[in-house]
């Protein structure tokens, strides 16, 4: 599977944004989900992860509440809607795609290109 991130940009703190994650080779109803970040000079993080059919979701303790992950399979895309934005959550985001094991961990198979999100205070 190959998988397109797009969404990124330059919020204000307080700002939203839509990060979308487009799948084509393969259904992906077949795969859990994940978005990842990593910052500058940080570890990339599992922001929020999605079974495949959303039948659980997770979200790492600083974005619960403000992040929404989802996913439309027919389209073959899955969503990160980011609420609320800190200047802490400035970070490339990556999406991610697993076809086996648990969603929740970080060995995740097929991955997608970054997308920047920069939050200004």
């Known amino acids: 599977v190959q998988l397109q991130a797009s969404g990124g940009g330059l919020v204000q703190a307080g700002g939203s944004l839509r990060l979308s994650c487009v799948a084509s080779?393969?259904?992906?109803?077949?795969?859990?989900m994940g978005w990842f970040r990593q910052a500058p000079g940080k570890e990339r993080e599992l922001v929020a992860a999605?079974?495949?059919?959303?039948?659980?979701?997770y979200y790492t303790d600083s974005v619960k509440g403000r992040f929404t992950i989802s996913r439309d399979n027919p389209n073959n895309t899955v969503y990160l809607r980011m609420n609320s934005l800190k200047p802490e959550d400035t970070a490339v985001y990556y999406c991610?795609?697993?076809?086996?094991?648990?969603?929740?961990?970080?060995?995740?198979?097929?991955w997608g290109q970054g997308t920047q999100v920069t939050v200004s205070s």
């Open positions: 080779g393969r259904a992906l109803r077949e795969y859990a």
């Open positions: 999605i079974t495949g059919y959303s039948s659980s979701t």
């Open positions: 991610a795609a697993r076809s086996s094991g648990w969603y929740r961990s970080y060995d995740y198979g097929y």
